[in-house]
């Protein structure tokens, strides 16, 4: 039998933002917010040759009884300005934005990301995610929450008709005649119509067809409807199955479901989001680790995680002490309003229950078991350790990749950039330097529709009259 090709390994750097992976207290944590933390952060990826930077967006400050949540209070910049400031300070880097698919429309959307990718010169991606509550949607017009088959649905529609979008031109539209200007050749480039019960459009779209054609296509969701979407019509999945079984099942499932759509196990690329702590040896990464978690979950953030599960005010209760002996408030209204966490766990009283029987058989207070819970660093250890469980993880089709999130913005990338990443090009397991510009070829995703050719790119030597603007 001939052995299976070694598998290249795919690398992406998540800009932490706010989130609970963040430590504020590090000397070297810096803005989430000031452009030259964007900056740092996605040149460090592009200096160790990373496929893309992702940038996640919320919508709306998050909320915990009634007082915005404390890892919010920097605020949440656009994807879209981020990202195109970023374009001009890079050169390779793909460049990845969560976009919401609920409270956005399709023409706007798709003339936004077929700009980004013109400005990047083919580095746009696109997270297609749904909005879950009516508490984002308080700051749109139309307002209220779509349940969860519908949600998927619209994002479904959303997704094909912005494709029909960017594919409204074809990419040979364009005509260069230096004496005349520039020209259609094709009265039609552009031209859209869609009707169905989400969206009932039609018009001409004013982008031409962009360096990739369509920016690459990332979907995260971990239930079935998610994992159908993705295998439809993502080019990549985000997970969040950090151990090898709960990671080779998911792969396994997301793949095996590609057939059915008429596409190849390559064709979608499975990426889990993964932290790391790096150190000169184990027991010293061991140790820095045990300090990361406890200032990750200090005592009132571990109240507030359980308040989320058990949608009470549980700030009465000794962090330190044993877990409520009250069971959750299964109610409508919740305490924390704009939080993942709360459909994470879809049945509060039986997570309530375990979480008990976790504790009482272990000896954990509620902190302690928050930091069990909420997840340990993915990767531990010196730069060779590191280098090996990465590399045996892709090798063991648990993944394809990962995503790294650090715990300091935004040098918390520098150490595995200028250690970690030449031990994986020494293995011959990770690029050496950039083959292509897109990136779809970094991703070893198709350029294009087969069909549809890239916008020609005349280069004139003289100016260019230009026609009257009407």
Known sequence: MTPRPTKQIHLAAHFPGVNNTTVWSDPSAGSHIDFGSFVHFAQTAERAKFDFMFLAEGLRL???????????????????????????????????????????????????????DHLSGGRAAWNVVTSWDAFTGENFRRGGFLPQGQRYERARTFLHTTQELFDSWRGDEIAADKNAGVFLTDPDAGRFEHHDAHFDIAGRFNVPRSPQGRPVIFQAGDSDEGRE?????????????????????????????????????????ILPAATFVLADTDEQARELAREVRLQQVSGPTALAFLEQIWNRDLSGYDPDGPLPDIDPDPGEHTVARGRASVRMYRDPVATARQWRERAAAQNLSIRQLIIEVTGRQSFIGSPATIATAINDFVQADASDGFILVPHVTPGGLDRFASSVVPLLQERGVFRADYTGATLREHLGLPLLPADRPAVARPVFTEPVLMGPVS
């Open 229 to 269: 979407f993705a295998a439809a019509d993502a080019d990549a999945i985000f997970s969040r199955h950090s151990t090898l079984e709960a990671g080779q099942a998911f792969y396994a499932d997301v793949k095996g479901r590609l057939a059915r759509h008429g596409r190849r196990p390559e064709e979608l690329l």
């Open 62 to 116: 998050r909320e915990q009884n009634g007082q915005i949540y404390d890892l919010d209070v920097v605020g949440r910049p656009d994807t879209f300005t981020v990202l195109a400031a970023l374009a001009a300070v890079t050169d390779r880097l793909g460049l990845a934005g969560t976009i919401n698919s609920t409270f956005n429309e399709p023409y706007e959307v798709a003339r936004q990301f077929a700009t980004l």
